[in-house]
């Protein structure tokens, strides 16, 4: 409705092959998703809401794509989240203090 298309013609990749392989095989692979409840739902929230912009934007394999980007964005906030561990964890050893990180207490850890 909001971009005045036919609403079977709409839904008709939902019918696909690869829409299925995609929604039950790849995207809740043990591999690449999180284990927790909350971050599974925010995760498949992301590949949707991806893959929705990449429809929007006319993308051919926006369902890969989609896929693509989000598991590549956990795995940078991933990897970021653990170097910033690293560093709090050597600042500690040395003495020097680091601001807090989502720690919920002022002043570092």
Known sequence: MLFGAVL???????????FVLFTFYMVPDPGTTPTGRREQVIFGAS?????????VVHVVYGLFFALAI??????????LRE???????????VGVPLPAMRS?????T
């Open 8 to 18: 079977e013609a709409a839904l008709a990749p939902m019918t696909g092959v690869a």
């Open 47 to 55: 590949v949707a809401f991806a893959y929705a912009v990449l429809q």
């Open 70 to 79: 989000v598991c590549t964005a956990r795995g940078a906030l991933l990897w």
């Open 83 to 93: 170097a910033a561990s690293i560093a709090q964890a050597r600042a500690a050893q």
């Open 104 to 108: 919920g207490v002022e002043g570092g």
